[in-house]
């Protein structure tokens, strides 16, 4: 099947090399079966979906930062803020004190008060190297989004943000010309073709 899924798509990229080619599937382990077909021929492919924020480091980074500020005696996200680049930036040491973390924390949590999520991440950017990669740099600004989303809902707790945030979910490649995903995930979604291998199955009712 998967062979024949790869022919079908070269073709039709063949005829339009503009076309954006949409792969319908009945199941996630097909998604990936196929993907990894796709890939094998050179053929630019993404699925859909499911990937979180934190798959990128900056956003993984900044997101321990705010926990870190709203819970200054969370030692585990302490750790990891003052070993990472952005220790140096917002003065945190390892592992320092009790004290030492808590004025950090109240230090940061009244910029954010004052500025809010999206300006105080958007400094941060660049210390934690948001511009890394060109799928970092999709949910670096995926973040910046929803901070600014929810900086326009009014003042909320870091770790309320945190909890947002983890909720994203961001599609990999989605501006990719050929996308693999399930039927789900394909609900509203618009391609210039269509291909649904998993038509010859019988659709048993639930």
């Known amino acids: 099947k998967a062979r024949a899924v790869v022919e079908l798509v070269a073709t039709r990229r063949r005829l339009d090399p503009e076309a954006r080619i949409g792969v319908v599937v009945r199941r996630n382990r097909t998604v990936a079966e196929l993907l990894a077909a796709l890939r094998s021929r050179g053929i630019p492919a993404s699925g859909s979906g499911g990937g979180s924020l934190r798959d990128a480091a900056a956003v993984n980074a900044v997101l321990e930062f705010l ?23 917002i003065g945190l040491e390892w592992p320092g004190t009790a004290v030492h973390r808590a004025e950090v924390a109240a230090v940061w949590r009244q910029r954010l008060v004052v500025h809010g999520y999206a300006s105080v991440l958007e ?39 945190v909890e947002a945030a983890e909720a994203v979910r961001i599609g990999e490649g989605s ?3 050929v996308v693999v995903l399930n039927i789900h995930q394909a609900k509203g979604l618009e391609f210039d073709a269509v291909i649904c291998p998993d038509l010859e199955h019988d659709l048993k009712p639930r």
């Open 67 to 89: 926990r870190f500020c709203d819970q200054p005696d969370h030692t585990i996200a302490a750790f990891h803020v003052a070993r990472s680049p952005l220790g140096p930036v």
């Open 175 to 177: 501006a990719a010309a």
């Open 123 to 161: 400094e941060l950017g660049t210390a934690v190297d948001a511009d890394c990669s060109t799928g970092d740099r999709r949910r670096w600004r995926r973040l910046l989004d929803e901070a600014d989303r929810l900086d326009r809902l009014g003042w909320m707790r870091p770790l309320a943000f």
